[in-house]
Structures are given as structure tokens and as C-alpha cells.
């Protein structure tokens, strides 16, 4: 996140740290994206965050990278599910969005929820341009090629309209992406904030409207952040949680 500020534990339930290693290796799990808790047992990420060579869990609840909390929850990833559209393209993402089913552990529960875990809401609605929401993770910073407390900060949604005119991002653009950013720069996601929340509050309840998929470099001046549009995923997501 370049721009923010240090989350408070609590701040950010539904975040997660999503934790890689190559399957059957010895090596430890390291963070690789975030993700965005739905429901006990299910989490959305970004589709290019995942490989088949590689084993997933998820760290729930703390704000430390490396350092285990009191709050933490730490659980295995089952399945991961990849959005049968997904396509890396020269200069964009396209539907990039993947599902994370966790394992049970204390049946029916996976993630139990507390203080500091709890799900985000799937949205009913795509949010207005010039919305203020946020965006968080432990990826880079104007200084750091990650950063080991959990940051966030405010963007506004920007209209599709705006988002793909020539001096922003033009055609490349569709409906699967939203943008949302600073367009005088200063503020955005970055790597390793892939597969993270962006958040819109409504009505005291906090919706998933985008997940951290690309951009042009990062809080660069018409170079907002490119989210995966949450809504225009709804009836995917619906299916493949049933
Ligand atoms: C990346 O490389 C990346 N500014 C993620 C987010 C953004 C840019 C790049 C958005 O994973």
C-alpha cells in the first residue's frame, strides 16, 4: 500500500494473508497476496496468485507478518478455485479472481469468528464513482518491498467511463475491472497486496467491492488501481460456494 497508515488489529477483519510453499517442500510458508474473507470457510483472492506447484494457507486476525499473535488463525487451504475465464493478457488481468475453500477445523466452523475475523459482505450494488472506500495489505511501499504490519488507506471509486479514457488505461479495460485509486497519485495498491479488499461501508455494513488485481506501477499520477469488479462475479461466486 503505498499512502497509508498502520492498521489497528480489528480494523480489517475479513483480511488475510494468503501463504504459499511448493507442495511437499520443506521451506516455510510465506506471504505471497492477500485475500478476503466470505464466510467461515471461504475467501476470495486474485486469480493470478495462484499455481498449481503450490500449497496454500491463510493467516486470519493479525496485523504482523512474522510474528504470531494472540489473534491470529492459521488454516489450511483445501481447494482453490480459479475463475474458468482468467486470462493474462499483454497489458491487463482479465477475470482475475479465484476462490479459496479453507479446511474445517472445529466442524461445521473453518475461521471461527472473533473480534478480530469476521467476513466482509458480498455487495447487492456496484458502487457510485467518487465513493470512498479501502484498501489494505502488506505489500509495497514507496520504500519497502513489503511491508510487515498490515497498512490501508482511502480511494475513491472512478468511473469506467474516466478509467478508460487514453490518458488513464483506454480499451483494455472490461466489465470484469473496476478502478478505483487517486488519480493525482500518492495513494494505491501494489504488489503483494494482490488478491486483497477493497471495502465500501454502507449503512454501517461493509461490502467487498473490488479485489486488488493490476495497474501500472503503483500511486503513479492517472494510473489508479485495477480491481476485479466483486459484482459482476456475484452469480460465479454464488455457484461455486453451493
Ligand atoms: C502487482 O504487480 C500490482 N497499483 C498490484 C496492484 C497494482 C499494481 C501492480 C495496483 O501485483
Known sequence: IFGGTKSFPGAHPWQLSLQAKPKGSSFEFGHICGGILLSSCWALTAAHCISNTNEFQVMLGGVKLFKQEEMDQTIPVVETIVHENYREAPNALHNDIALLRLQVTDSPYCAKETRFVRAACLPDQSFPSGKECVISGWGATESQRFS???????????????????????????????????????????KGDSG????????????VSGVVSWGIDCARRNKPGVYANVYSFLDWIKNQMK
Open 148 to 190: 510487515s504490519h498490515l497498512l490501508n488507506a482511502r480511494v475513491f471509486m472512478i468511473s469506467d467511463q474516466k478509467c478508460r479514457t487514453p490518458e488513464v488505461y483506454g480499451s483494455v479495460l472490461d466489465d470484469s475491472m473496476i478502478c478505483a485509486g487517486i488519480l493525482q497519485g500518492g495513494t494505491d495498491s501494489c
Open 196 to 207: 486483497g479488499p477493497l471495502v465500501c461501508e454502507h449503512n454501517g455494513t461493509h461490502y
